[in-house]
């Protein structure tokens, strides 16, 4: 797998409370410069890179980021406001919450809300693998599958663990086919990159991989 077949799964990401104007548009540079993915970023930086970089970047941003507990009204009206601001993909975090209690209409009608406000746009549903059993994620898979999501993501990067590869075993058993993967957490070698697309993952978000792949010339987040 060459460096540029990595770099184009890639979301470069930076997500950080402190993250600058500054680190947001070198994070925007190397990605127009190293042709990832897109960038995910933080709502509040989303108005500006749009009006900066226009077309030549595909902006990503975090709903619910990273708790996932605010109601789905305020999800929806976070995910109106980004698309209005120039953003084409969505990460959403679920209701963990909702989960522990059961309550999974409730995590099937807010990814179901959100993908229709999104139409044809990219909605990948976080689903914070690290507070989940392995029956909690089984029955994720089916819910982001028939609720129509794009992708199913294992982490925020902001939990007590990132992405594990039998998680992603676990997705491709269960996910179906119309459904891809992302990875995101703690995924900061080329070999993991490496081992995390060979096992199925579409996307991967990381803060490192362009500082891993362009020759020293990229900046770790």
Request: overall charge neutral.
């Amino acid at each position: 797998m060459t460096d540029q077949e990595i770099l184009s799964h890639i979301d470069h990401t930076l997500l950080k409370a402190s993250a600058s104007w500054e680190g947001i548009t070198t994070l925007c540079n190397e990605a127009v410069q190293y042709k990832t993915a897109s960038v995910c970023i933080p709502p509040s930086y989303v108005k500006a890179v749009h009006e900066t970089y226009g077309n030549t970047l595909t902006l990503c941003t975090v709903i619910g980021f990273p708790l996932g507990y605010s109601v789905s009204g305020v999800k929806a009206a976070e995910t109106e406001q980004a698309l209005a601001d120039g953003a084409g993909e969505i990460d959403m975090v679920i209701n963990i919450g909702d989960v522990k209690n059961r309550r999974f209409d409730r995590v099937f009608d807010e990814i179901t809300g959100l993908k229709k406000i999104l139409g044809d746009r990219i909605l990948k549903v976080i689903v914070e693998t690290c507070y989940l059993t392995i029956d909690e994620k089984t029955r994720l898979c089916e819910l982001v599958r028939n609720a129509g999501a794009d992708y199913i993501k294992t982490s925020t990067g902001f939990g007590t663990a990132g992405a594990v590869l039998e998680d992603i075993h676990l997705f491709k058993k269960h996910i179906g086919p119309q459904v891809k993967i992302k990875a995101a957490g703690g995924i900061r070698t080329r070999e993991d990159l490496e081992r995390f697309l060979n096992a199925g993952c579409h996307r991967i978000g990381t803060s490192s991989a362009v500082a891993l792949l362009s020759g020293g010339s990229g900046k770790a987040y």
